[in-house]
């Protein structure tokens, strides 16, 4: 079955540190790939998308990440930290598959905090 | 200001009682979802309907029942038969090809 991995269920990072959350999903065919923020109190909101072209993408807020198709992998990354980037983290594929339609496949999300 | 409006943002249920989830969107999209979010499993898709009058199960159908009468509207109906329904359940909605979803900010359900 096509799934999405975040293996990072927790992570605490001082500000200024660098983060990079992993995200790898099981599928050897084409991917639409997105991140996903969710502040406390608040609605998701989409961080940044892949659907072609150069693999790494920018996305809002100083987000980045990096879309390796051999490793089936689109890792999330950020050079400083802020105590506001304190949120939950949900990668989400859509498996192009003529049986995903157009929905999307979340992993189990990494709740990240950053300490002041 | 269009998007997806769910409500009750707080739902409170007996056991054995059906309660409906309300999902409104004034976006024009054609696809809509629901999603049932539980701590460390991330978000798991219960029901999504393409297009007016036609629905599709997720992964977590069990227990749940919707209706697409309108396309702006996808009501969610938890059903007693739904062994553990206390969650927050998301709404979400997209455009033809998935460019990313736009979503509610839920409903968090609370069975008593």
């Known amino acids: 079955a096509q799934s999405v991995s975040q293996h990072n269920h927790h992570v605490i990072l001082s500000e200024a540190a660098s983060l990079e959350l992993g995200c790898n999903y099981s599928?050897?065919?084409?991917?639409?790939l997105f991140w996903y923020v969710q502040y406390p109190g608040q609605h998701l909101q989409l961080l940044l998308k892949?659907?072609?072209?150069?693999?790494l993408v920018k996305g809002i807020k100083g987000f980045e990440a990096e879309f390796i198709k051999s490793k089936f992998s689109f890792n999330l990354r950020k050079p400083s930290v802020q105590w506001s980037d304190t949120a939950e983290y949900f990668c989400?594929?859509?498996?192009?598959?003529?049986?995903?339609?157009?929905?999307?496949?979340f992993g189990g999300g990494t709740r990240l905090m950053v300490k002041p | 200001d269009g998007g997806i409006t769910q409500s009750p943002k707080y739902l409170f249920r007996k056991e054995g009682q059906n309660v409906t989830l309300s999902c409104e969107q004034n976006?024009?999209?054609?696809?809509m979802y629901w999603y049932r979010q539980d701590p460390g499993q991330g978000l798991r898709l219960i029901y999504y309907?393409?297009?007016?009058?036609?629905?599709q199960k997720g992964d977590i159908a069990e227990g749940y029942s919707v209706s697409r009468e309108k396309k702006e509207s996808f009501p969610l109906t938890v059903t007693s038969a739904q062994k553990n329904p206390t969650a927050f359940y998301l709404c979400?909605?997209?455009?033809?090809?998935?460019?990313?979803?736009?979503f509610g900010s839920g409903t968090r359900l609370t069975v008593v």
């Open positions: 979400a909605s997209s455009m033809g090809q998935v460019r990313g979803y736009t």
């Open positions: 599928y050897g065919g084409t991917v639409n």
């Open positions: 976006l024009n999209h054609d696809a």
């Open positions: 309907s393409q297009i007016v009058n036609d629905f």
């Open positions: 989400a594929v859509n498996f192009m598959n003529n049986n995903a339609g157009n929905m999307l496949t």
């Open positions: 892949y659907f072609s072209g150069d693999p």
